[in-house]
Each structure stands twice: as structure tokens, then as C-alpha cells.
């Protein structure tokens, strides 16, 4: 047993902390250059940020970032579920947060299956999955900025 459970499976201040840092903001930057806004809005004329205009650059780095943010998730979760639910407990906040992670995840599960050749998603389920996966994102973005300005964490120790 870890004699400081807290630290066990927090993301504060670890390598760990700043790998889900960045790989939330490269899927929010490349989310929403899946949306033409940086062009729409002369964002992509600053010099470097070319490549934000650039559909399937942009394409890419989300589906990349995607697929280390499960990774990432699926590690914390065994850690969890294997050896810290011992020490710690999830928080309200903590819940809030995995849950809109597993939102984001499933929808966007679905709009992968969608892209996949063979796979025929009347449009009408298409434009759901897109307004879920915005909705869930929308209020994974706000769980986060709450999270920050008030120090909320994940877990807290079991007393």
C-alpha cells in the first residue's frame, strides 16, 4: 500500500497530469479545427498556424490524440479499479468528469464507425452523434474550467 493515497491516482502535478493536459488540448484544438472556424476567422493566416486549416492534418492529430486520451483513460481506470479504490474514492466532481470522458469516448466511438467504409448511418444519426459528441465536449470543457477555478480533484482519500 502507498503510505499517501492521494497521490496514488490524483493527476495533480505529475507526468501523467501534464500527458492528459496536453492531450486535451490538442483534441480541443483539432476538434475544433474540424470546424472550419480557424479559416472562417482568419486564425489559420497567422504565420505556423497554416495547418489548422488543413482538414485531414487536422483530422489525424484528433483521431491520434483521441486514441491516447482512451489509452489514458483505460490506464487510470485499471489502476483505479486494481489497487487505489482500496486507499482513495472517487469525488462528485471526479464522477461528473468520467462520465463526460465516457460520453465523448462512446460518441466518438460511433462517429469513427461512421467514417469507416461500409458503414451506411442515416443522416439524421449522424447529425445526433455530432450534436451529442458537441454537447458532451461543451460540458466536458465547462466540468474542466469549474474543476480549475474551484480545485476540485478526482479522488479524495478514504477515511
Do not use: C
Amino acid at each position: 500500500m502507498n503510505p499517501n493515497p492521494s497521490k496514488s491516482i490524483g493527476f495533480r502535478k505529475g507526468s501523467l497530469y501534464w500527458l492528459y493536459v496536453l492531450i486535451i488540448g490538442f483534441i480541443v484544438l483539432s476538434g475544433f479545427a474540424q470546424m472550419p472556424i480557424f479559416k472562417r476567422y482568419y486564425i489559420a493566416d497567422i504565420p505556423g498556424l497554416g495547418w489548422l486549416a488543413q482538414y485531414y492534418v487536422t483530422h489525424v492529430i484528433h483521431y491520434i490524440a483521441a486514441a491516447l486520451l482512451i489509452a489514458l483513460v483505460f490506464y487510470r481506470a485499471s489502476e483505479y479499479f486494481l489497487s487505489a479504490r482500496f486507499d482513495v474514492r472517487l469525488t462528485l466532481s471526479g464522477y461528473l468528469r468520467g462520465g463526460l470522458i465516457v460520453g465523448l469516448i462512446i460518441s466518438g466511438v460511433l462517429l469513427v464507425i461512421r467514417n469507416l467504409a461500409g458503414q451506411n448511418f442515416s443522416p439524421l444519426i449522424i447529425i445526433y452523434l455530432d450534436l451529442i459528441h458537441i454537447v458532451f465536449m461543451l460540458l466536458f470543457l465547462f466540468a474542466l474550467l469549474f474543476s480549475a477555478l474551484f480545485k476540485k480533484k478526482w479522488t479524495k482519500p478514504i477515511s
